[in-house]
């Protein structure tokens, strides 16, 4: 090499060693990334929206006002006291958290194509930051569940300060499945029209609309490997307490807890294993 050239310095890409190969110190590297993609996200979802963020204004309170009217009104469905706005609102918050979530996760990699295959990253980012965008939409619905808190004079106690943990819970479980769907999106691409379908049945099958009470042990832990059971009935318990008859977090919110680090895990190995081939596939 000629005299005063500068010397070029090669870099070696090589894949995370171990079976999760997560790093959280280049995650920590890449903040910056997490957070730009993240407010493209929430920027891109309303920036041609007619109503703007007042959507996620209007859709806890049309969801409420109907399903009042249907399920209350009309179909009689008892909640065991509580007023059924609230009863509602208390659940419907951390599934359309866990649900948006989802939904948005499983498409990320395919929607971020031409990112992937020019420059290097974490692609776990892709996944996370479309999780935490749904953040924007909780928050407003969130303040909502308060407002509506404060009109049927439901007490605010400590018990709410669950909600915190119980909200991280939401996002792992969205995670944990997000990470299946998008690296499998990538190669499948009709799975983004098979998760909206997934998601629909599995809001049946969690006790948002209606209370659902299984009557045998069996049963109880069968509907408990639902991991949002166990955060839609401890939400319930921090905004309602005990008089109501919602249990304290138990073993049911343990159980749920269990299926999505089992969940996360298995989502983590076989996303780092198919990272590889996200840029010649996707």
């Given at each position: 090499?000629?005299?005063?050239?500068?010397?070029?310095?090669?870099?070696?890409l090589?894949?995370?060693?171990?079976?999760?190969?997560?790093?959280?110190?280049?995650?920590?590297?890449?903040?910056?990334?997490?957070?730009?993609?993240?407010?493209?996200?929430?920027?891109?979802r309303?920036?041609?929206?007619?109503?703007?963020?007042?959507?996620?204004?209007?859709?806890?309170?049309?969801?409420?006002?109907?399903?009042t009217?249907?399920?209350?009104?009309?179909?009689?469905?008892?909640?065991?006291?509580?007023?059924?706005?609230?009863?509602?609102?208390?659940?419907?918050?951390?599934?359309?958290?866990?649900?948006?979530?989802?939904?948005?996760?499983?498409?990320?990699?395919?929607?971020?194509?031409?990112?992937?295959?020019?420059?290097?990253?974490?692609?776990?980012?892709?996944?996370?930051?479309?999780?935490?965008?749904?953040?924007?939409?909780?928050?407003?619905?969130?303040?909502i569940?308060?407002?509506?808190?404060?009109?049927?004079?439901?007490?605010?106690?400590?018990?709410?300060?669950?909600?915190?943990?119980?909200?991280?819970?939401?996002?792992l479980?969205?995670?944990?499945?997000?990470?299946?769907?998008?690296?499998?999106?990538?190669?499948?691409?009709?799975?983004?029209?098979?998760?909206?379908?997934?998601?629909?049945?599995?809001?049946?099958?969690?006790?948002?609309?209606?209370?659902?009470?299984?009557?045998?042990?069996?049963?109880?832990?069968?509907?408990?490997?639902?991991?949002?059971?166990?955060?839609?009935?401890?939400?319930?318990?921090?905004?309602?307490?005990?008089?109501?008859?919602?249990?304290?977090?138990?073993?049911?919110?343990?159980?749920?807890?269990?299926?999505?680090?089992?969940?996360?895990?298995?989502?983590?190995?076989?996303?780092?294993?198919?990272?590889?081939?996200?840029?010649?596939?996707?």
């Amino acid at each position: 090499m000629a005299e005063g050239s500068k010397a070029q310095q090669i870099v070696t890409l090589k894949p995370s060693k171990g079976w999760l190969g997560l790093d959280l110190a280049e995650l920590w590297r890449y903040r910056e990334l997490i957070y730009f993609l993240t407010w493209r996200d929430i920027k891109v979802r309303y920036k041609q929206a007619v109503l703007g963020i007042a959507w996620a204004v209007l859709q806890p309170l049309v969801t409420a006002l109907v399903t009042t009217f249907i399920f209350e009104r009309g179909l009689k469905v008892q909640t065991g006291g509580p007023p059924y706005p609230i009863f509602m609102l208390a659940a419907w918050l951390p599934w359309h958290l866990f649900s948006n979530a989802l939904t948005r996760s499983s498409t990320s990699l395919v929607q971020n194509a031409n990112l992937i295959t020019k420059v290097y990253f974490p692609r776990i980012i892709i996944p996370l930051s479309s999780i935490l965008s749904a953040m924007v939409d909780f928050g407003i619905s969130l303040l909502i569940l308060l407002g509506a808190m404060v009109f049927y004079k439901v007490p605010l106690t400590l018990n709410f300060l669950w909600i915190l943990p119980l909200t991280l819970v939401a996002m792992l479980a969205a995670l944990a499945v997000g990470l299946w769907f998008s690296a499998l999106n990538v190669q499948y691409r009709d799975v983004q029209h098979m998760v909206p379908f997934i998601a629909q049945i599995w809001f049946y099958l969690t006790p948002v609309l209606y209370p659902i009470n299984p009557t045998s042990p069996l049963g109880t832990t069968l509907y408990n490997l639902n991991p949002m059971v166990g955060v839609v009935n401890v939400f319930r318990w921090a905004i309602f307490g005990e008089s109501y008859g919602y249990q304290p977090p138990s073993s049911g919110l343990l159980i749920s807890l269990g299926v999505v680090l089992a969940l996360l895990v298995g989502g983590l190995v076989y996303f780092r294993r198919m990272e590889k081939t996200f840029a010649d596939v996707v």
